[in-house]
């Protein structure tokens, strides 16, 4: 469609002006697209380690059985 198109593309004259005459060519952005792509992947592993270090640390997830000179009745949390 024209008009989706003209809207993904404000600054190009229809029937005048194309596309890749528009374009700005910007020599050297491969770099700043490799440090941003380093720098994220980076965080990631930094996560991925947090992460895990913090899943080693908290062990046996099933609660403890409590002891026989407990003052708790039940093993239900909500029993009276």
């Known amino acids: 469609m024209v008009v989706t ?3 993904r593309q ?3 004259i229809y029937g005048v002006m194309r596309t890749r005459e528009a374009v700005t060519p910007m020599p050297g952005l491969v770099v700043p697209f490799v440090i941003f792509t380093a720098v994220y992947f980076f965080l990631a592993i ?3 380690f ?3 270090r ?3 640390e908290t062990g046996n997830l099933v609660p403890a059985q409590p002891s026989g ?3 708790l009745r039940s093993s239900s949390p909500f029993s009276f």
């Open 50 to 52: 947090l992460l895990r």
């Open 10 to 12: 404000p600054w190009i």
């Open 54 to 56: 913090r899943f080693l």
């Open 46 to 48: 930094v996560v991925v």
């Open 5 to 7: 198109e003209l809207g």
């Open 69 to 71: 000179n407990s003052c």
